[in-house]
DNA sequence: GGCGCTTTGTTGAAATTTGAAAGAGTGGTA
DNA sequence: TACCACTCTTTCAAATTTCAACAAAGCGCC
């Protein structure tokens, strides 16, 4: 009933934050050093290249990175004019486009993605046992499931 | 030697940075909506609440909420402006200045801290048993002060 | 006391992100 | 068919963030 965080958890909180900063600051800069990517630029390579036929219609992408709409549009059109990807009207809703990754695309981030991958296993994941890599998989899983529900329920009209 | 990770890891990696993104911008709506303040508004009346005299260098408060030394110029410059800090040239050192929680400041962060308090518990918190507490106390404050250590050893100059 | 060299913080321009509004289509329904 | 409400994406302006100088002190050393 009270508003406050006992200081275990308080603390946690300030530790899971910081470092979290942090990782995501150094891990950007590392990729931006070794590949010319930003975080941005690698996720949604790595999405695109994941998808049917590499391509995504640019509203799943959105949600995907949890982006805003315009934030994509602006995104889209900087790797396209970096050949990384492609834009192209999308066949079965007209008001749609649909992002699609070119072959250069695909290289750039075969090439950026050993690198990364290093980069998350050295600021990260070797530090990590077992049990703490199951541990953080059982709570972000988790927590990204329900806060993917919240959106949703959200968005949907029938707050009554 | 390889440079992937095992898919545990990978996906251990995925989630937690998604749901991490997920619950940062989540925070910073509920912070926005409910007290008008940014996420960066609120952290930094937290660190000033705490230093002793309520007042902080520049460089140090930059550190700590890990911003550009030019974003907080920019950070405080704004909360200046709504009478949340004030600006005062540093004593013991001429080229310095230090952000000082102002009275205002002072109660915002009162009045903002339960309902800052309440999100953090309903987003994560109220979803996690103690031995996740631990788990994520141990993994971040490890992963905090690792990373701290690499940013204070890189910006030394004795990298022969 | 005067030089170089480093540290602190600010500035101004460019790049990015947000937020509101517009454009173009879709779909239901009268 | 015509209209209305809604969805998908882009556009534009404003706010924020980065990046590359810059000014103003400190600091050691001759």
């Known amino acids: 009933m009270t508003e406050s965080l006992d200081s275990e958890r308080m603390a946690s909180w300030r530790a899971y934050i910081e470092a979290s900063q942090r990782l995501f600051i150094q891990l950007e800069e590392d990729l931006r050093a070794e590949t010319g990517l ?20 640019m509203g799943e992408l959105a949600s995907r990175l949890v982006f805003l709409p315009s934030r994509l549009t602006y995104q889209i059109s900087s790797m396209q004019r970096r050949g990384l990807v492609a834009r192209q009207p999308c066949p079965e809703d007209r008001r749609g486009s649909e992002a699609v990754l070119t072959a250069a695309g695909l290289l750039t981030l075969r090439e950026a993605a050993p690198h990364h991958l290093r980069s998350v296993r050295t600021h990260l994941m070797d530090d990590l046992d077992d049990a703490e890599v ?25 707050n009554k």
Do not use: I
């Open 134 to 158: 199951a541990c953080l998989t059982r709570v972000f899983e988790r927590l990204g499931r329900r806060l993917r529900a919240d959106r949703d329920a959200s968005s949907t009209p029938d």
């Open 38 to 57: 930003t975080f941005a630029d690698y996720h949604l390579l790595v999405l695109l290249s994941e998808a049917p036929g590499q391509r995504l219609r």
